[in-house]
């Protein structure tokens, strides 16, 4: 297969797919290395390096174009059938492509020549996706911040404290009723005492 015609990147997808090629970024087992391998050799890369540990191949600048030409000529999707069914593998090639390019002015080129397609698409979602994300772990080192662990804990010292006085409250007063009902039924019991001492 070679890259030299506007459906090169369309085949390697379906081919993927056929091949049943592991296709998932985070991949840890086989770091997508088939996958990869077929697209070092359709861009006659010499200057693809990636291995287990590099999960990511590096791409030079040329190569890198070949690659964001073919995601926007994939443009809806319409070659590839069922495009929730590659959604993975497009998004695998749309991270390859984000991650060589390493400064913002020419990630900000990727977003404006993508806009519009599928590949566009799937690139506002993982931007999203990251954006959120990062949030997300800056909200949660927030929370584990010391500071944080120590307002926590003061509060929640507080409300026990305020807990304990309610419960010594409701104590009192079930103590003062218990106590006021023990009177009455004292001061009942001599009046009835004084009135038939009375009547003897």
């Not at 369309?10 to 770091?31: F, H, P, Q, Y």
């Amino acid at each position: 297969m070679k890259c030299d015609n506007t459906m090169w990147l369309s085949k390697l997808i379906l081919d993927a797919s056929d091949n049943n090629w592991c296709t998932n970024i985070s991949c840890t087992t086989c770091g997508c290395f088939p996958f990869k391998e077929e697209l070092a050799k359709i861009l006659k890369s010499k200057a693809v390096r990636f291995s287990f540990s590099h999960m990511q191949p590096e791409l030079i600048e040329e190569e890198n174009q070949i690659l964001l030409d073919g995601l926007r000529q994939l443009g809806d999707g319409n070659s590839l059938g069922d495009t929730k069914k590659h959604s993975r593998t497009i998004m695998l090639l749309v991270y390859i492509c984000w991650h060589n390019y390493s400064d913002k002015n020419s990630r900000m080129k990727m977003q404006e020549s993508l806009k519009d397609t599928l590949s566009g698409d799937i690139l506002d979602k993982m931007i999203l996706h990251y954006i959120s994300s990062t949030v997300s772990r800056i909200e949660y080192d927030h929370w584990l911040s010391p500071n944080q662990v120590a307002f926590r804990r003061k509060k929640k010292k507080e409300e026990k404290q305020r807990k304990h006085l309610i419960l010594m409250e409701r104590q009192r007063i079930r103590s003062e009723l218990w106590h006021n009902r023990y009177k009455i039924s004292s001061d009942l019991y001599n009046d009835i005492l004084k009135k038939k001492d009375e009547k003897i």
